[in-house]
C-alpha cells in the first residue's frame, strides 16, 4: 500500500479504538473513503469482522467476579465432602414465559480480530403477556412446579407459601431425604428468598441451604439446564391463550427423561463452578 492509503488504514484504526461499532458507512464518512475501500480495509488490511455482542445477566464489579469464585469453591469442596450431596440438593427458581416473543431488534455489533472476545451486554425484560413458572426440581426430577400469572409476582408471602409446599411435597414424595432430613435447598438471593419471614421460617424447620453466588443464572441448574431447554425447544413460537403457554411448558417438562437431570446435577454443575473458578468470576461460554 501507498504512503496515502496507509494513513488512510491508520485513520480507520484510530476510529476504531474510539468507537469499535462504528459502521462501515460512518467510516466511510470520516476517512472520505468509498463503502468498498473501506471493507477493504477492515476485512484484508485489518482483518476485521463484524461481531454482535454477547448476553450477559450483569455487568460484573471486581468484588462480584471474587464472590463469585468463592461461593464456587465453596460449593466444589461440600461435593467433594459428600459425594452425595449432589443427590439430595434441591433446586429451585423462577422464571417468565411468553404467549408470544418477537424477533430480537437488531443486535449490537463491532468489529473485532478473530481472536477477540466478543462484547457484552446486559439482558433486558422486553415482553409483556407472560406466566411466571416456579420449578424445584432434584436429580431425580421435577418435586414441585407452580404457575403465577403477570401482576402476581413472587414476595415473601407468596415464597414463604412456596416453602411450605415445597417441603410437604418432600415428605410425600422423597420419603427417604425426608425422613433423615438429609436434603439441601439450594436457591438463589432474590429479595423473596431471603426476606426475613422466609429466613425465618427455614431456621425454625432446621432446613438447610446451599448458598449461591449473586448474579450467576450461569451456574444456577434451572437456568442453564431446564429453563434453557424448555425456552430453546418453545423459541419463537406464538401460544394464543395462558392456558395453551402452561400446557406447552408442561409438555415440554415431561419430555425430559431421569437421566438428564441427573446430568445436569452430577456433572453439568460442578463443571460450570469449576469454570467459573477457572475464568476469576467472569461469565464464560460453555
Request: glycine share 4%.
Amino acid at each position: 500500500m501507498s504512503k496515502g492509503n496507509d494513513e488512510k488504514v491508520n485513520e480507520i484504526r484510530e476510529l476504531l479504538e474510539e468507537d469499535n461499532t462504528m459502521c462501515i458507512r460512518v467510516l466511510a464518512r470520516r476517512t472520505g473513503l468509498s463503502l468498498r475501500t473501506v471493507h477493504k480495509v477492515l476485512r484484508e488490511c485489518l482483518q476485521l469482522c463484524k461481531c454482535p455482542a454477547k448476553w450477559i445477566p450483569h455487568a460484573l464489579n471486581d468484588n462480584q467476579k471474587q464472590r463469585r469464585v468463592r461461593m464456587s469453591r465453596d460449593i466444589l469442596a461440600r461435593f467433594r465432602c459428600s459425594p452425595t450431596l449432589k443427590d439430595r440438593v434441591i433446586t429451585g427458581d423462577q422464571s417468565w414465559f411468553w404467549c408470544y416473543e418477537p424477533a430480537m431488534k437488531r443486535s449490537m455489533l463491532a468489529w473485532l480480530h478473530s481472536n477477540e472476545a466478543h462484547p457484552e451486554k446486559p439482558v433486558k425484560d422486553r415482553y409483556v403477556r407472560k406466566v411466571m413458572i416456579i420449578i424445584f426440581w432434584n436429580s431425580l426430577g421435577v418435586v414441585l412446579r407452580q404457575f403465577m400469572e403477570a401482576g402476581h409476582g413472587v414476595n415473601a408471602q407468596v415464597y414463604l407459601e412456596t416453602m411450605h409446599t415445597l417441603r410437604e411435597q418432600i415428605r410425600c414424595c422423597h420419603r427417604d431425604l425426608w425422613n433423615r432430613q438429609s436434603f439441601w435447598i439450594h436457591h438463589d438471593g432474590a429479595p423473596a428468598h431471603r426476606s426475613a419471614v422466609v429466613q425465618q421460617f427455614l431456621q425454625n424447620t432446621n432446613t438447610k441451604i446451599l448458598p449461591h453466588p449473586p448474579y450467576s443464572n450461569d451456574l444456577a441448574p434451572l437456568d442453564f439446564f431446564l429453563f434453557a431447554r424448555i425456552k430453546c425447544n418453545m423459541h419463537r413460537e406464538t401460544f394464543n391463550s395462558i392456558a395453551e403457554l402452561k400446557r406447552r411448558i408442561d409438555f415440554e417438562i415431561g419430555q425430559i427423561p431421569q437421566w438428564e437431570y441427573a446430568h445436569a446435577m452430577r456433572e453439568s454443575w460442578p463443571k460450570r463452578l469449576q469454570q467459573c473458578v477457572q475464568v476469576g468470576g467472569r461469565y464464560f461460554e460453555t
